[in-house]
């Protein structure tokens, strides 16, 4: 003898409200059959670079067609590389200025000045989220979702302390750090770089604070070094004229951290290096 599946509580229930509904147990035993097809393939991506959308259907019932969606991630687009060249001047600079003694390559830094990388900047310090108070030690495990008051999203973090971080060089004091992650609805192609002390209180100045990333290492880690990295470099660890430039978040109003004296004696010993 067959054996016949028994159907669970919410089945029957809805077999009968919609027998009630005036439906004949045909039709409603053709729509239960509807909804144990399974899902299409996934359509191809919406767009032939960068961020798009795809989707997949199935039937569920008489004239019902149910949707899922989801994002597909693809190289980025010619045009989003080409912008990016233009935030390098350095490369356009005469290769033996960083040897001369007397270029101070670090002002020639600070100096440049074009409209689009002014207009790329005020962009990134304007939209990119705010650092959180205290590092979320969740981060250390997985990306993070934040919500930003000021500008009313949820943004993704992960943990930037890793060994190719280099704290101990770039952001000395700094025990651990955190990057805001790109998203399907980015604006630009930075990403806000937060670092916080052994409390995990974040550090709103001086040497170990963190810095807007004009270029995500998610986007490409090579035009980060040459954007991020690299001017750091030229101005010899300066960071008191790097930050000028750059200055690190503190859009929550985070108590200031280091306190007065150690942020003044940090202060001197960069300018005297």
């Known amino acids: 003898m067959a054996k016949t599946k028994e159907l669970s509580k919410d089945v029957r229930d809805k077999i009968v409200d919609l027998h009630k509904a005036g439906m004949g147990y045909k039709t409603i035993a053709k729509q239960l059959e509807y909804e144990e097809e399974e899902w299409s393939d996934w359509s191809p991506c919406s767009v032939t670079c960068s961020h798009g959308n795809q989707k997949r259907i199935r039937s569920c019932g008489y004239a019902c067609t149910a949707t899922e969606s989801q994002t597909c991630d693809l190289d980025r687009c010619p045009d989003d590389l080409l912008a990016v060249t233009e935030m390098m001047p350095l490369e356009k600079t005469n290769g033996t200025d960083s040897l001369d ?29 705010s650092c959180p108070c205290f590092y979320p030690s969740e981060a250390v495990y997985n990306a993070v979702n934040i919500f930003d008051k000021t500008l009313r999203k949820t943004y993704r973090w992960r943990d930037a302390s890793g060994p190719k971080e280099r704290l101990d060089i770039y952001k000395p004091s700094a025990h651990f750090c955190t990057r805001s992650m790109l998203s399907f609805n980015s604006t630009t192609l930075a990403a806000q770089h937060c670092c916080y002390d052994d409390h995990r209180k974040l550090i709103t100045r001086g040497k170990g604070a963190g810095a807007p990333n004009l270029i995500s290492t998610e986007f490409s880690p090579e035009l980060h070094y040459k954007v991020d990295v690299l001017p750091w470099i030229l101005c010899k660890g300066d960071w008191s004229r790097f930050h000028s430039v750059r200055p690190p978040n503190n859009g929550l109003l ?20």
């Open 101 to 129: 003694t007397n270029v101070d390559s670090c002002d020639k830094w600070l100096s440049c000045k074009n409209d689009f990388l002014q207009k790329y900047l005020h962009q990134v310090l304007t939209e990119l989220p």
């Open 254 to 273: 985070c108590p200031d951290n280091p306190p007065e004296e150690v942020h003044k004696a940090q202060l001197e010993e960069a300018r005297e290096y």
